[in-house]
């Protein structure tokens, strides 16, 4: 039996449709510019002390992500696996814990290099210490909100999304492209040089994979270590 016209057309949409495209790229990214201009409006009118700050931008950020994944994945998609919301071994999340590690001391550098060529050496991320230092909830709190919410809200637009939809136009505009624009959404600050590294970290992790999972293990230690240590480091001096 030969395929008829209208089964050759729906089995051409399905192919077309098994990975994100340009229509993902744009509702996610606008999706993403709205609500991230309805967070920093709401950031400006609100009072908030510095330890609810702290978390308030964690759980905001993770909102963020996920809100702008939601209208992507349910433009024309509506499966997770072509997102890279898929199952990966053990042992490469136990390797992403290990890059992790690496990714956090490569943006370091990257972040100390960026300040002694500019000057520019604005602490952005004193929320994020103040409420990490407010006490065991506070901690736990941060922890929640800041290590595993938003880095699974961001690898889903970014990688998921954006990093996965630019995959056909090859390895290098897909990872440098992506991680420019994850890069470019935290601000012209010391964060930049550091959100770049981890974007390109987790974009080649989800090249290697096909699973955004061992990119948030990587972005869950690298916010972790980033936020901790300076809490550790006043306790242990005080």
Do not use: C
């Not at 409006?41 to 939601?70: K, Q, R, W």
């Amino acid at each position: 039996m030969t395929d008829t016209p209208r089964t050759v057309l729906a089995q051409a949409s399905v192919k077309r449709l098994s990975h994100p495209g340009w229509p993902e790229i744009v509702a996610g990214l606008a999706s993403y510019a709205v609500l991230y201009a309805a967070v920093i409006v709401y950031l400006n009118h609100a009072v908030l002390p510095p330890t609810t700050a702290g978390v308030d931008e964690f759980v905001l950020s993770a909102l963020i992500g996920l809100g702008a994944f939601v209208v992507a994945a349910l433009l024309r998609i509506r499966r997770l696996a072509p997102f890279g919301v898929r199952r990966t071994s053990g042992r490469s999340l136990l390797a992403a814990i290990g890059l992790g590690v690496v990714a956090y001391v490569l943006a370091t550098a990257a972040s100390l290099v960026y300040q002694a060529a500019t000057g520019d050496r604005q602490n952005i991320q004193g929320g994020y210490h103040a409420a990490a230092a407010g006490g065991v909830l506070w901690y736990l709190a941060t922890a929640v909100s800041g290590f595993v919410a938003t880095p699974i809200g961001e690898e889903l637009i970014f990688r998921g999304v954006l990093a996965n939809a630019l995959g056909r136009y090859g390895a290098q505009v897909s990872v440098l492209a992506s991680a420019a624009v994850f890069a470019l959404v935290h601000g012209i600050n010391p964060v930049l040089p550091v959100a770049f590294v981890v974007g390109v970290v987790n974009a080649l992790l989800l090249r290697r994979t096909g699973s955004v999972w061992p990119g948030i293990v990587v972005h869950a230690v690298n916010n972790a270590l980033a936020i901790s240590g300076p809490v550790i480091t006043a306790l242990a001096s005080g």
